[in-house]
C-alpha cells in the first residue's frame, strides 16, 4: 500500500502537545490495509518535553466515562520513544 493515514491524540493542538495515542492504518485504491495503534504513557510524553493546554484539559474531562478511560488509564502504554521508533520502522518498511 502507497498510503498511511495517521490519528494523533493529544492534550493539545499545539506543537509539541502531549501525545496519548498513536493510530495509523495503510491504504490505497483497494481500501484499507494493516492498522497500528499504540497508547502512550503520558509521564513519557512530558519527560520528552511535550505540553499540554488547559482548555484541551478542560475539553478531554467533559468526556464521557469511557472515553476518558481509554485515553488515561491505560494498562500497556508504551512510552513515546518506543512508540515513535515502532511507527517510524512501519513507514519506512511500508508495513506493519
Known sequence: MKHVML???CLGNNVPGVILSIGA???????LGK??????????????GLTTQPET???????DGPAKEAAFF????V??????HKFAKIVNKSTY
Open 7 to 9: 490519528d494523533l491524540e
Open 25 to 31: 492504518v495503510e491504504f490505497d485504491a483497494a481500501g
Open 35 to 48: 492498522e497500528f495503534y499504540y497508547r502512550i504513557d503520558v509521564a513519557s510524553s512530558l519527560l520528552a
Open 57 to 63: 484539559i478542560q475539553w478531554w474531562s467533559g468526556q
Open 74 to 77: 491505560c494498562p500497556g502504554a
Open 79 to 84: 512510552v513515546l520513544e518506543e512508540a515513535l
